[in-house]
């Protein structure tokens, strides 16, 4: 059976959502500061356009956050890289969970990265479509949950990252016990309306925090949509 992401992604060489496109945005990533081959790599090859409105496929690999309905956006590839790079760290974690599924990019770009990716999702409407691309693009070890995002995965806990897609007035505490030992949870925290991506560690004593600059992030919120 063909599936339709593959006529699409083999469409290579010319039109806006080409080959040469995707390698154009990694290009500007590059200069912009990214630096692990993997996460580039990773973003080469990923189609962005299957993860937003067709209508929206041509802005597709444009460095820029994109809507995805219900007021929510799939972030820009810049910070999906940032953010990507900065919970491998150069290594691999084994088991990675994010909240925020949204469209999927993210959790898509991660399962090309490390072993398995576990997502959250308040919105079941986003859910439902992203677990629909997982499942046509063969993304095998993303497991997805509908719920607060608050309140992490338990059942899963422990994790060796975790990455939170969307902002939060404080470091949820759930997330932090759910962070195995040398784990690393990365999370854009806003305070006095400013945003800033904060990395905590969990080492053998306690945990240990980390700026790693101004982002902007929809907001987390509380409770199922
Ligand atoms: N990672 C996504 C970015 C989506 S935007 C992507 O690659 O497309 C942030 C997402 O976080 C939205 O879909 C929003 O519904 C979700 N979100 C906000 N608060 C949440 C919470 N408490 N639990 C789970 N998801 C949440």
New binding site residues.
């Given amino acids: 059976m063909i599936h339709k992401h593959k006529l699409r992604t083999e469409n290579r060489g010319i039109g806006m959502t080409s080959q040469g496109t995707r390698d154009r945005l990694v290009q500007r990533l590059r200069d912009d500061g990214i630096k692990d081959e993997r996460v580039l790599k990773a973003i080469t090859q990923l189609p962005r356009h299957e993860?937003v409105d067709e209508a929206l496929s041509s802005r597709a690999y444009e460095n820029t956050a994109l809507p995805?309905g219900?007021s929510?956006?799939?972030?820009q590839p810049w910070i999906?890289a940032r953010m990507t790079e900065a919970l491998l760290d150069g290594g691999t974690p084994e088991k990675v969970l994010?909240?925020?599924?949204?469209?999927?990019?993210?959790?898509a770009?991660l399962a090309r990265l490390v072993p398995s990716v576990f997502?959250?999702?308040?919105?079941d409407e986003?859910l439902k479509l992203?677990r629909r691309r997982f499942h046509s693009m063969r993304l095998n070890n993303i497991y997805v949950r509908y719920?607060?995002?608050?309140l992490g995965w338990p059942s899963q806990a422990p994790f060796d990252g975790i990455m939170v897609?969307?902002a939060a007035q404080l470091v949820p505490e759930e997330l932090l016990a759910q962070l195995g030992i040398g784990g690393l949870l990365v999370i854009p925290i806003e305070s006095n309306g400013q945003q800033r991506l904060i990395a905590v560690r969990r080492t053998g004593e306690g945990f240990e925090e980390s700026d790693l600059g101004a982002v902007v992030?929809?907001?987390?919120?509380?409770?199922l949509?």
């Fill in positions: 993860f995805i219900q929510q956006t799939i972030s999906v994010e909240v925020g599924t949204g469209s999927g990019y993210q959790a770009i997502t959250v999702e308040r919105i986003l992203a719920a607060d995002g608050h897609t969307a992030f929809v907001p987390m919120l509380s409770g949509a």
